[in-house]
């Protein structure tokens, strides 16, 4: 580090050119033509030269002390630098798939906010397609999406929860095609709908004989809940206290439970972001938890 302020600093400690070259790592020629160009830019003569070393004049007295305060601020802001380097702070941008951002992301931006009180939380909520845009325009760091994803960068899986037929009354899935029960289904993306249409299309002859289509999940299961009829449900949505039957959907050439994923996404510059990084952890924490 040879700047001019910490030259100054160095010379008005040691008193003595060589010393201080040695301090300063530089060739005693090297320092005295610096010198000579610091005395140049301020105008005035800052050392009288003697065969006793260096004494200050009382021009540079003033800049020698304009000198350590600078070194000492300078060393200050590092300090300060290097704790915010530490810490976590700033605004985390996060695009959730609703389902997720209903009942599971707000147990992991509990644990985010209680760790990191200096980070900023913005939460943008919707279908999984919306979350891949949100992306694309900048308006987010990172998305949590449902099924499916042809997201070309960083992905990460979470987990996956199996669905299930929710009912007070149906107790099989050989009770469906004779219930005069209405199936109660939600408006989704598509690759969420396409999977239940596929899986009906397996099990049954015909569809459903009586239908009410709702515009949000938790209406859907409280409606279930409630007795009005029949939904589809991932297991996300399902605390365990509901007074109802749960069947999981199969797929009937394996008979394995049918799942939905749920990912993590976003570009790889968002992902070496501090906030992003602590958030990712915290996320991963809480997945495994439902694996």
Request: net charge negative; charged share 25%.
């Amino acid at each position: 580090m040879s700047n001019e302020e910490m030259i100054i600093k160095v010379l008005a400690e040691e008193g003595n050119m060589r010393k201080a070259a040695e301090r300063l790592f530089l060739s005693q020629p090297a320092l005295s033509q610096r010198l000579q160009s610091i005395e140049k830019e301020w105008g005035q003569q800052l050392f009288v030269r003697s065969q006793k070393g260096l004494t200050p004049t009382p021009a540079g007295e003033l800049v020698i002390q304009y000198a350590k305060e600078a070194v000492m601020r300078r060393e200050e802001i590092f300090e300060q630098l290097h704790t915010l380097s530490e810490k976590v702070h700033g605004t985390l941008k996060i695009a959730c798939a609703s389902i997720i951002g209903q009942n599971w992301l707000p147990k992991v931006l509990k644990d985010f906010i209680t760790l990191y009180p200096e980070a900023k939380v913005q939460l943008i909520t919707g279908w999984s397609s919306e979350i891949v845009r949100a992306l694309y325009d900048g308006e987010a760091h990172i998305g949590i999406v449902r099924g499916q994803t042809d997201w070309k960068g960083p992905k990460i899986h979470l987990f996956k929860d199996t669905l299930y037929l929710v009912d007070k009354e149906i107790s099989s899935l050989e009770e469906v095609m004779k219930t005069e029960r209405p199936f109660i289904q939600f408006k989704s993306d598509s690759t969420y709908y396409e999977e239940i249409q596929q899986w009906w299309q397996k099990h049954f002859a015909s569809n459903p004989k009586r239908q009410i289509t709702v515009d949000q999940i938790e209406t859907c299961k409280q409606m279930a809940v409630n007795g009005i009829g029949y939904a589809i449900l991932p297991s996300i949505t399902l605390t365990g206290a509901e007074d109802v039957h749960t069947v999981p959907l199969t797929n009937s050439e394996q008979e394995l439970e049918l799942t939905r994923d749920t990912w993590l996404i976003g570009y790889e510059s968002s992902f070496q972001l501090r906030q992003v990084e602590a958030f990712v952890d915290i996320v991963k924490k809480h997945a495994t938890l439902l694996s």
